[in-house]
């Protein structure tokens, strides 16, 4: 079975440019995770869709972030303008329901610089 | 704000030898869940246990869980150096099933 998959896997930007970011979850999956990591920490949930609709985006910093998932398949995580303290390793995850008990599956993750 | 806290921060072993780390948590939970991640790969599941079960196994992995306590523990014995990554307990909050919140992780190193 086919993982997740994101890209790009490395991105460098300059403050107050904008970057997009893919993921693709595992093929029937109706939960799908964006997550930020920052270096030294655990991952911070920025947003969690349950099909096509959004069920937790209270940590997504809605005044630069936003996500979409088209059709409740693919996703696109948008930072527009960025920050320096956005870098950080942007992590897609999916289950097959979103319920926490449930294995979650990620992506190999982004990198995002921003100078 | 993240729910679990790992202990320690970091740990580092010969290899052959047994690593043990801790999650403590704050709020009442129906299950935990460990992760691994390797150097710049995503996050692996590694095992769950839910919070009527006290001990669990995995192969080289020995997950306790001490709900009066508010905490578990992850054992690795006989380690090796494939077992060098970071590892994170992640807390499913009774309050809410669709909500598992990730600590801050223990690194562990292992030496040849």
């Known amino acids: 079975e086919a993982g997740v998959a994101q890209s790009p896997r490395y991105k460098i930007i300059e403050k107050r440019q904008s970057v997009a970011f893919w993921c693709n979850p595992i093929s029937g999956h109706a939960t799908l995770y964006w997550y930020q990591q920052i270096l030294g920490q655990g991952p911070k949930l920025l947003i969690q869709?349950?099909?096509?609709?959004?069920?937790?985006d209270s940590q997504l910093p809605k005044d630069r972030f936003s996500a979409e998932r088209l059709k409740g398949v693919d996703s696109t995580l948008k930072i527009q303008p960025a920050k320096l303290e956005d870098s950080a390793v942007y992590l897609c995850?999916?289950?097959?329901?979103?319920?926490?008990?449930?294995?979650?599956?990620f992506g190999p993750g982004t990198r995002l610089l921003v100078l | 704000s993240q729910q679990g806290e790992e202990d320690p921060q970091a740990l580092s072993i010969q290899e052959g030898e047994n690593a043990t780390m801790n999650c403590s948590y704050k709020t009442s939970i129906n299950n935990l869940q460990w992760y691994r991640q390797n150097s710049g790969r995503g996050l692996v599941h590694l095992i769950l246990?839910?919070?009527?079960?006290r001990e669990k196994h995995s192969g080289r992995l020995r997950v306790t869980l001490d709900t009066s306590k508010k905490s578990s523990s992850l054992l690795i014995t006989a380690s090796r150096a494939a077992d060098t990554a970071s590892y994170f307990c992640a807390t499913g909050e009774s309050s809410n099933d669709y909500k598992l919140s990730f600590g801050a992780g223990t690194t562990v190193t292992v030496r040849a």
């Open positions: 869709f349950q099909n096509n609709g959004v069920v937790d």
């Open positions: 246990i839910r919070s009527n079960e």
């Open positions: 995850a999916s289950s097959p329901s979103g319920r926490a008990w449930e294995t979650q599956y």
